[in-house]
């Protein structure tokens, strides 16, 4: 900023200084122009040119109105001096060889600023005089000079003027500076004080936005990561409360029976093979719950460090039909019918695991909470896009309320019921996420005691 202003400073005094030395050019070539004239009329030139005619230095100073700092040099077509009004007589016969007398004699207007012996600024200006006998030729020359001190006059108090305006502009723009410099620098300064507290457990902290600026924007992408800490620091909690209270319970009931064991004597052994059972359903369930938990944690994993799904061209009605197949036994066991209804082939491009187990749990999830003797419909269609996976049941459904909950985590309806089929309260969890890894979705309808659908939409496969 300090150079763009000087560099302007410097900018306007030199131009006022060129346009100045331009005007006085134009006015000293006219005086020169005037002298050569009528001394080409009067004759004041001898005809031996060696000098001018007596009284030409009155004629310059009273008929002309010379001023006495101009100083007039006339020469004849050698360039010597016959006639010099600062050195009346005594600089005559030297040769006057500046660039400007040159051009004249050339017979063309000659201009061009020196600098004198005293190191001042010198207009020097020079013009042809006319042969009085032959007009095609160069008699000799009249050279002007004067010095520029009369420009000081401007350009000293302009020069003032500037600086002044230059210290007070300073002035003002460093005052500007300080106040926003400190401003921006104490939204740092605190900023920096919430960044410490929350690495240092107080996820909760918050800055106060003000503005538009880039701090701010700062500001506001601080509070949505602070708002997310906060969020994801209440699920890991949960979850970590979730994950004990469930695995705590499969592991309380075989404490119990295997104490009940120990402690009982002379037990007998129908007893026993019938706790060992029990223990082995337990067990089994732990399986589950350990296995769907290290599925999650690898779907986190996969999220939190964007790594890219192996993605292949898969037939959605293939998978739907081994999917069936393969929980069938689990549907004959409950004596549930299966009904399908299958489009054409669909193809999209997924990875095969994630679209299979957003799927499977889907379906599995349907058998688990249908009672004995009910029914599920399997449908598969195509809806603009999108290939479309409805899953119907007629089992105990879901309250309104309870609908945006039943994706999370642990989360069960009925979990008396969950107990009693084996469910972990994960596979719904584990279906969204998988199938929204792939750019799906998963939509819920249900009524309580009538039964739920659930529809799948997935993007197919367009070829460009």
């Known amino acids: 900023m300090f150079l763009t202003l000087t560099i302007f400073s410097y900018y306007i005094i030199n131009s006022v200084n060129s346009y100045l030395n331009k005007n006085e050019q134009v006015d000293a070539l006219a005086t020169a122009n005037m002298i050569a004239s009528l001394t080409n009329e009067r004759n004041y030139i001898s005809t031996d040119t060696k000098s001018v005619a007596p009284g030409f230095e009155i004629f310059l100073s009273e008929t002309l109105k010379i001023p006495s700092g101009t100083r007039v040099i006339i020469t004849n077509n050698q360039a010597e001096i016959i006639f010099d009004s600062f050195n009346i007589g005594t600089n005559q016969g030297a040769v006057q060889s500046t660039k400007s007398v040159i051009t004249a004699l050339q017979g063309k207007e000659g201009s061009e600023i020196l600098k004198n012996e005293h190191n001042k600024t010198l207009i020097d200006v020079a013009v042809p005089i006319q042969d009085t006998m032959d007009k095609s030729k160069t008699a000799g020359a009249v050279n002007v000079q004067y010095t520029t001190d009369s420009h000081e006059k401007i350009i000293a108090p302009l020069t003032k003027d500037i600086i002044i305006v230059f210290i007070v502009i300073t002035f003002i723009i460093g005052l500007f500076i300080f106040i926003v410099a400190n401003l921006i620098t104490k939204r740092i300064v605190d900023f920096t004080k919430k960044m410490t507290e929350m690495s ?3 996820l909760d902290e918050r800055l106060e ?4 600026d880039e701090v701010a924007r700062l500001g506001e992408a601080f509070n949505t990561m602070s708002d997310k800490l906060v969020m994801l620091e209440q699920k890991r909690a949960d979850f970590v409360s979730d994950a004990s209270h469930e695995l705590r319970t499969p592991l309380s009931s075989i404490k119990l029976m295997s104490d009940s064991i120990l402690q009982t004597p002379d037990i007998d052994m ?10 082995n359903t337990e067990v089994d369930r732990l399986n589950r719950i350990v296995e769907k938990l290290l599925y999650l944690t690898k779907l ?3 999220k939190s460090e964007n790594i890219n799904l192996d993605m292949e061209f898969i037939d959605v009605r293939e998978v739907v039909m081994d999917i069936v197949k393969n929980l069938t036994p689990l549907a004959e066991a409950k004596n549930i019918e299966i009904n399908s209804s299958y489009c054409e082939s669909l193809y999209i491009m997924a990875n095969n695991d994630k679209l299979w187990q957003g799927i499977y749990n889907i379906i599995d999830n349907a058998i688990k909470y249908t009672p004995d003797n009910g029914k599920v419909v399997i449908g598969i269609t195509k809806s603009e896009n999108n290939a479309i996976i409805a899953v119907q049941d007629n089992g105990i459904g879901i309250g ?4 945006e909950k039943i994706f999370d985590r642990f989360y069960r ?6 107990r009693e089929t084996g469910g972990t309260g994960l596979g719904l969890a584990i279906a969204l996420e998988s ?7 998963i939509d819920v309808s249900s009524k309580l005691d009538e039964g739920s659908t659930f529809t799948i939409s997935i993007p197919l496969y367009v070829e460009n």
């Open 200 to 202: 240092d457990g107080v």
């Open 209 to 212: 936005i003000k503005g538009h």
């Open 270 to 279: 129908e007893f026993v093979k019938e706790f060992l059972k029990d223990m």
């Open 300 to 302: 986190d994993n996969i």
């Open 400 to 403: 309104e309320e309870e609908i």
């Open 413 to 418: 309806v009925d979990k008396a019921r969950a």
């Open 435 to 441: 199938i929204e890894m792939i750019g799906g979705s």
